[in-house]
């Protein structure tokens, strides 16, 4: 699994969520950490950023993170 350079604070950070809510996210989906500055795997970033865009704006999650739609 590759990292993606990015902790749970830059994510807070990135998409104006508190630390807090990040780290709330982070248990619910069984995602280890030890604290804010705990670099994540890409996976798990990437499942932390698709569930703060669905709580966010849930009418627009099919392509939330990092896939494009082909027409």
Same mark, same amino acid.
């Given at each position: 699994?590759?990292?993606?350079? /990015?902790?749970?604070? @830059? #994510?807070?950070?990135?998409?104006?969520?508190?630390? @807090?809510?990040?780290?709330? !996210?982070?248990?619910?989906l /069984? !995602?280890?950490?030890?604290?804010?500055?705990?670099? /994540?795997?890409l @996976?798990?970033?990437?499942? !932390? #950023?698709?569930? !703060?865009v669905? *709580?966010?704006?849930? *009418?627009?999650?099919?392509?939330?993170?990092? *896939?494009? *739609?082909?027409?």
């Amino acid at each position: 699994m590759g990292f993606a350079d /990015l902790s749970i604070a @830059e #994510i807070a950070a990135d998409y104006s969520v508190s630390v @807090e809510k990040v780290l709330s !996210i982070c248990d619910k989906l /069984l !995602i280890a950490y030890k604290n804010p500055q705990t670099r /994540l795997a890409l @996976e798990d970033a990437k499942a !932390i #950023i698709s569930q !703060i865009v669905s *709580e966010t704006h849930p *009418e627009d999650t099919s392509n939330s993170v990092g *896939e494009t *739609e082909v027409t």
